[in-house]
């Protein structure tokens, strides 16, 4: 039986047990960052349930501490001097869990917060940092910056208790709190739209898509994309 999209064999650990690059060229590393970065773009239009409410996912970002990005949680917790905001290893261990699952990162008053999405096998710290939701009652985005905002997202989907493992299914009904349904293709297709209008730009910092300071800072690991008006495909509003 072929692995699901999110566990892509081509995710790998590519870092000592010090932090350092061990592939002797990029080749290896370049490989498992465009497996991550397709499975990004598949998360792209995938469907959020939760407590009964549903999202889509329209804004993601890379975030791959087993290729040596010191701006991962994981990253910074295991190998980094300056670890900022108080996160514990404890925390961090969720990001090199199996995927699907989510890591939460939420305090009061915090401008940091933020939830992402676990994917890869166990043991390989990758995982994408949701910026924006689409919420399915009004069809608008959650955030109306066109950059998101992953403190926002944190906070509606915190509020939801969306912190552990979730179900997966294509269109299944499920009882469980937490679901997520991959509508990739029908929701672009919906909006008339493919992959290659899924954009690609620097991450933001400050509100702008400046890049991350670190080694990856000039990377494209932003993912989004932004139809004028949403459309809700029935696969979607019948889940």
């Known amino acids: 039986m072929d692995n699901p999209f999110y566990l892509d064999p081509k995710l790998e650990n590519h870092i000592n047990d010090k932090g350092k690059i061990t592939e002797k060229t990029r080749e290896g590393i370049e490989k498992s960052i465009e497996a991550a970065l397709n499975i990004g773009r598949r998360l792209i239009g995938g469907t959020i349930v939760t407590r009964n409410k549903k999202y889509v996912l329209s804004m993601l970002e890379l975030y791959y501490g087993s ?12 190998y980094s001097k300056n670890v900022a905001n108080g996160i514990s290893r404890e925390q961090v261990k ?5 995927g699907l699952c989510f890591y939460s990162k939420h305090r009061k008053n915090s401008n940091w917060n933020r939830i992402d999405i676990v994917v890869g096998q166990k043991g390989t710290a990758v995982s994408f940092l949701i910026r924006n939701l689409i919420n399915i009652k009004d069809g608008k985005s959650l955030v109306p910056n066109p950059k998101g905002g992953s403190g926002l997202v944190a906070r509606e989907l915190f509020s939801e208790s969306i912190v552990e493992k979730p179900k997966i299914d294509c269109y299944k009904k499920s009882n469980s709190c937490h679901h997520f349904y991959d509508t990739h293709e029908a929701f672009l297709k919906a909006n008339d739209k493919s992959d290659k209008d899924i954009e690609s730009k620097l991450r933001c910092v400050n509100n702008k898509h400046n890049g991350i300071d670190g080694r990856y800072k000039k990377r494209k690991w932003n993912l989004s994309i932004y139809p004028k008006h949403f459309i809700i495909p029935d696969e979607i509003k019948k889940i």
Do not use: F, S, T
């Not at 290729?67 to 295991?78: F, I, L, M, Q, R």
């Open 94 to 98: 969720l990001q090199e869990q199996e």
């Open 67 to 78: 290729v040596g990005d010191d701006a991962h949680d994981w990253y910074k917790v295991n």
